[in-house]
């Protein structure tokens, strides 16, 4: 989300507690054992989100089959808010107005649903904040039925303590409720939030600034995320931002590019698509199982480059069932060949390919695979030692 309220100095050192013990590493654990996959607002309706709409993503979700390819959270974003009364509880404004009553109906639909908000007095889009009334908020989230949180920083300045003890803060909130939520750090990567996030309590943390519907947007921030791969694991994700399938500013090539390097990076896959307007070509590619299993591999490592020549890259990942998962990528503006060498990704001698996009096995080779790849695009194999 967009950034654009400000607060003073003396706001952010309020922020500064003593953090309570918070989860277990069994309960973070629980909490997102693969990445989070779902549904978001604000990428596509922004402030233009009511209980209405989120409703229709929730019967699309079900009625496309996306639920059953592994999308669980429908995530309310910003200006949801309305006014705190006099004992500080805050309620929903005249678009949502009973939201027990939005997460009961996500919930029948057998699925969970998120809220959004901020650790400073406002959130991003000017309403009401958290600063204050963590353990108050909390319990009333916990009450109306929410499952994850979006915790937006907000604040054009602040320093990793400030953040850490806010994060905290809520962290240790939640907790208290006895309702298991996801705790999703929004905060732009700032401070090094991946070598922090996981300590404050997060499930996943932003590495990025906000992701665009283009590709120079996209690729800049999916093949930023080399070198951070260390941090991610099970129960803790690092984040580079929702998904932008289905919104228009991309072609076929590059969304596929931006799925299949999301799955590769063990991303959280959120879509940010209206899902009740979904081409036939969108909605494929967000339920490819193959691809999808990828990202929710139970062994839980992000993949990493092990190849930069150009405009090429070839990143791995390796699976639980020991074979890999490698992603061509072309950042070129044509079609070219390139040669994935086994050796590169630690296989020696013959290895089985699977096209994990067109589903097909395509055979056995002899120490490397060569194929023909589109501008911007990607192909996706899994390959695996005989």
């Known amino acids: ?71 669980l959270y429908v995530n309310v974003d910003d200006t949801w808010e309305g006014k705190r009364d006099d004992q500080g509880i805050i309620h929903p404004n005249g678009k949502f107005r009973d ?15 998120g809220l959004y908000s901020s650790p400073g007095p406002k959130t991003c889009a000017g309403f009401e904040g958290t600063l204050g009334h963590e353990e108050q908020d909390a319990q009333t989230y916990a009450q109306w039925g929410f499952d994850y949180l979006k915790y937006d920083w907000c604040q054009p300045t602040g320093t990793p303590e400030q953040m850490k003890a806010a994060y ?64 991610a694991g099970p129960g803790h994700w690092n984040d580079p931002d929702m998904l932008e399938v289905g919104n228009g500013g991309m072609n076929e090539d590059e969304y596929r590019t931006h799925f299949s390097l999301w799955s590769v990076l063990a991303a959280p896959l959120i879509a940010g698509n209206d899902l009740t307007k979904m ?52 950042r070129g503006k044509a079609a070219d060949k390139m040669t994935l060498y086994f050796a590169h990704i630690g296989l020696a001698g013959e290895a089985t390919v699977r096209d994990l996009w067109v589903k097909r096995d395509l055979g056995s080779f002899p120490d490397k695979y060569s194929v023909y790849v589109p501008a911007h695009g990607v192909v996706l194999v899994k390959v695996k030692a005989k």
Request: aromatic share 10%.
């Open 168 to 231: 905290s803060k809520m962290r240790d909130a939640l907790a208290k409720t006895g309702r298991p939520i996801v705790l999703s750090l929004c905060q732009y990567g700032w401070g090094n939030v991946w070598e922090w996030g996981q300590s404050v309590g997060g499930n996943l943390w932003r590495t990025t600034g906000d992701i665009e519907d283009n590709y120079d947007s996209m690729a800049q921030i999916g093949f930023g995320q080399a070198g951070l791969e260390k941090y």
């Open 99 to 113: 939201m027990k009553s939005l997460t009961d109906y996500v919930h029948s639909k057998g699925l969970k649903i």
């Open 279 to 330: 081409t036939p070509y969108t909605l494929e590619l967000l339920t490819n199982r193959e691809v999808i299993a990828v990202d929710q591999d139970p062994l839980g490592r992000q993949g990493y480059p092990v190849v930069q020549e150009g405009p090429f890259e070839i990143w791995m990942k390796p699976l639980a069932d020991g074979s890999i998962v490698a992603g061509l990528f072309n």
């Open 1 to 71: 989300m967009k950034r654009n309220i400000g607060t003073s100095l003396g706001l952010l050192v309020l922020l500064a507690g003593i953090a309570l013990p918070g989860f277990s590493a069994a309960q973070e654990k629980s909490a997102a054992p693969t990445p989070p996959m779902g549904w978001n607002s604000w990428n596509h309706f922004a402030e233009k989100i009511d209980a209405r709409t989120v409703r229709a993503q929730a019967d699309a979700m079900v009625a496309s089959g996306m639920r059953e390819a592994g999308y």
